[in-house]
């Protein structure tokens, strides 16, 4: 009789009335927190809908990539920014470039996957023109050579005679620009001030120089 009468007690209490209610709200307010919850975040790590996601990569510079948890993020295909240029400069070999005030051409291959192994015929010659156009524009710029890195090596074999192929030195430039396995390939170009340009994914070649121009303008 005495626990019921505790029990009867207890729940008359203010103290027991408060958890009843917090109880109460959580229950209420789970399911709207998983509606929230959409799967799909923006470049900020917002939540959004499934239509701005998928929009935002048909019509923007997006990528979508796993986010880690089970959903979606939305990454910028042309980041800029600035950093410590040290150590992309001294990982590369460059500290003399960096110290004549010249720029770092870095273009970065994640690895084969469908899109760089795909395509018909022997894209070697092409590569080589391509290398070749590099050098100019690195010499108009102010740049220095650009670097070839990679992630993993799959599927370089072919382009081992155009041009040096060499590990991304610790991992600097995955950690700092090329977090993820963009598809195709990606660059970045870094001017001795530290601003940065680059594209993730596969791009035109040109922009390249449109890189190089517009980090020639900002530092005058």
Not at 72 to 88: E, N, S, T
Not at 184 to 200: A, D, K, T
Request: with cysteine.
């Amino acid at each position: 009789m005495k626990f019921y009468f505790d029990l009867f007690r207890l729940n008359r209490s203010p103290y027991f009335s408060r958890m009843k209610a917090i109880l109460l709200l959580i229950i209420l307010l789970t399911p709207l927190t998983l509606i929230a919850q959409t799967g799909y975040k923006d470049e900020m790590g917002r939540d959004v809908s499934r239509e701005y996601f998928e929009n935002q990569i048909l019509e923007g510079p997006y990528f979508g990539i796993p986010d880690g948890e089970g959903g979606k993020i939305l990454v910028h295909r042309m980041p800029f920014g600035k950093v410590d240029p040290q150590a992309f400069f001294e990982k590369t070999g460059n500290l003399d470039a960096l110290n004549q005030g010249k720029s770092l051409i870095v273009i970065f291959y994640p690895g084969q996957d469908e899109c760089n192994s795909t395509g018909s015929g022997d894209r070697t010659k092409s590569f080589e023109k391509e290398h070749k156009t590099l050098i100019k524009w690195a010499e108009k710029a102010n740049a220095a050579p650009p670097i070839y890195l990679y992630s993993n090596p799959s599927g370089l074999e072919r382009f081992k005679d155009v041009v040096s192929w060499k590990s991304d030195p610790d991992g600097v430039f995955s950690q700092t620009f090329f977090r993820y396995p963009y598809p195709c390939g990606s660059f970045v170009v870094i001017h001795p001030s530290g601003e940065f340009r680059g594209i993730l994914g596969g791009y035109p070649l040109n922009q390249i120089q449109v890189a190089l121009k517009k980090l020639q303008r900002a530092n005058r």
